[in-house]
């Protein structure tokens, strides 16, 4: 089992900034896939970036390229979501996952979730 628990969610105006957190225990090993996926309010979970517990790759959908990074805290073992120029259409609760596969298209396939941290952004 991998436990995950996200923090640093919040509400900010359009244009600012947030740093999201995934603190991971349990079984976690090189080959490890995480992932960050977020919810809107009436609408369906999307995947939002990936990267290997190893760091070797990453991924971002479209939506989030050039703004949102995911650097990685190895010493913490805490992967980190750096969301830059946020817009009202990021307002969401954003989930940390974990897994071992991908469904295709760099999407990781999540056995693990975290519980979910909100993030509103204002215009």
């Known amino acids: 089992q991998v436990q995950l628990v996200e923090s640093g969610g919040g509400l900010v105006q359009a244009g600012g900034s947030l740093r999201l957190s995934c603190a991971a225990s349990?079984?976690?090993?090189?080959?490890?896939?995480m992932g960050w996926f977020r919810q809107a309010p009436g609408k369906e979970r999307e995947f939002v970036a990936t990267?290997?517990?190893?760091?070797?790759?990453?991924y971002y959908a479209d939506s989030v390229k050039g703004r949102f990074t995911i650097p990685r805290d190895y010493a913490k073992n805490t992967v980190v979501l750096q969301m830059n120029n946020l817009k009202p259409e990021d307002t969401a609760v954003y989930y940390c996952?974990?897994?071992?596969?991908?469904?295709?298209?760099?999407?990781?396939?999540?056995?693990?979730w975290g519980q979910g941290t909100q993030v509103t952004v204002s215009s």
């Open positions: 349990g079984r976690t090993f090189s080959s490890l896939i």
């Open positions: 990267i290997t517990w190893s760091g070797s790759r990453v």
């Open positions: 996952a974990a897994g071992t596969s991908y469904r295709g298209f760099q999407v990781p396939e999540p056995d693990f």
